[in-house]
């Protein structure tokens, strides 16, 4: 009989995982706050990407243009790359966010576009009480969350109208994929929306979708095929002497592409929109 996955628990697993990663890469003087060196590097990305269309980004601000007394929330809303233009088109926008350096960004961020409907609560969700609002947002700040029904719950208690959640969407066949079918016994490596979704049917929720398009994500990119390699190590917890070596390294010679001095990955990501009915 062929073996039920437990959705749940392999998200729990794979978040679990990616924060062990992400505490082992931090400098000491950052392990309180991740985000405290980064913040403004991440913030001049989200100014990159919001550069080019994008058709969640526009499907959203359209919800609230016909909504224009409405209130959000944004989950995790790091340098307000989405609080900012969510607020044009909402009443107000409650911005949730605990990393202090993301904090002070985006504070200065709000300020350079003045925007004036926009609160700011530090905090974690779902550890964090915020009143009810009629939409939620997260936006790829749940991959570090282990525990997904308690978080997707409170999204639903706290929303009357439509809860939304973007996150990747790797190719089934896609590199990490690959490697991670070979390493882990199953394809994937990291908390992503192929994870979410069918942890959510699990829990007897049954949500709309919609695919955004192959360009939404800049490809990855390596100094050398020797940080690729470094950087899939580290995604795997592994070794150099590992069993794995020599097929990681067939597997990125095969699929990466030299550019110029560095390295750059195949485009095998996009993101998802994950979309329900609130329930406060």
């Keep these: 009989?062929?073996?039920?996955?437990?959705?749940?628990?392999?998200?729990?697993?794979?978040?679990?995982?990616?924060?062990?990663?992400?505490?082992?890469?931090?400098?000491?003087?950052?392990?309180?706050?991740?985000?405290?060196?980064?913040?403004?590097?991440?913030?001049?990305?989200?100014?990159?990407?919001?550069?080019?269309?994008?058709?969640?980004?526009?499907?959203?601000?359209?919800m609230l243009t016909a909504n224009p007394d409405s209130t959000v929330i944004d989950i995790g809303a790091g340098t307000g790359g989405w609080a900012i233009p969510m607020a044009r088109h909402a009443s107000t926008v409650t911005a949730l966010e605990p990393s202090s350096g993301m904090i002070a960004a985006m504070k200065e961020n709000i300020l350079a576009e003045g925007i004036a409907n926009i609160e700011i609560v530090q905090g974690s969700w779902p550890d964090t009480q915020v009143a009810p609002h009629d939409y939620s947002l997260c936006s790829h700040a749940m991959y570090g969350v282990a525990d997904l029904p308690a978080f997707v719950n409170a999204?639903?208690?706290?929303?009357?109208?439509?809860?939304?959640?973007?996150?990747?969407?790797?190719?089934?066949?896609?590199?990490?994929?690959?490697?991670a079918t070979?390493?882990?016994?199953?394809?994937?490596?990291?908390?992503?929306?192929?994870?979410?979704?069918?942890?959510?049917?699990?829990?007897?929720?049954?949500?709309?979708?919609?695919?955004?398009?192959?360009?939404?994500?800049?490809?990855?990119?390596?100094?050398?095929?020797?940080?690729?390699?470094?950087?899939?190590?580290?995604?795997?917890?592994?070794?150099?002497?590992?069993?794995?070596?020599a097929f990681l390294e067939n597997l990125l010679r095969s699929r990466l592409r030299p550019l110029g001095e560095e390295w750059v990955w195949p485009s095998?990501?996009?993101?998802?929109?994950?979309?329900?009915?609130?329930?406060?």
């Design 268 to 280: 095998e990501v996009r993101s998802a929109l994950i979309y329900w009915q609130g329930t406060a």
């Design 1 to 62: 009989m062929e073996k039920v996955t437990d959705w749940i628990l392999l998200w729990r697993q794979l978040a679990e995982s990616q924060s062990h990663i992400c505490r082992q890469g931090n400098a000491p003087d950052t392990a309180g706050d991740p985000w405290k060196e980064r913040a403004r590097s991440f913030s001049d990305g989200m100014r990159k990407r919001w550069a080019k269309a994008d058709s969640h980004r526009d499907a959203i601000t359209s």
């Design 155 to 179: 999204m639903s208690r706290a929303t009357r109208k439509t809860c939304m959640m973007l996150l990747r969407a790797p190719a089934h066949d896609g590199t990490m994929a690959v490697a």
């Design 182 to 245: 070979r390493i882990l016994g199953q394809p994937h490596d990291s908390p992503n929306f192929q994870v979410a979704y069918a942890a959510m049917l699990q829990m007897g929720l049954y949500p709309n979708v919609v695919m955004g398009g192959p360009d939404q994500w800049d490809p990855w990119t390596n100094a050398s095929f020797e940080d690729a390699m470094a950087e899939t190590r580290r995604r795997f917890r592994l070794e150099p002497t590992s069993e794995h070596e």
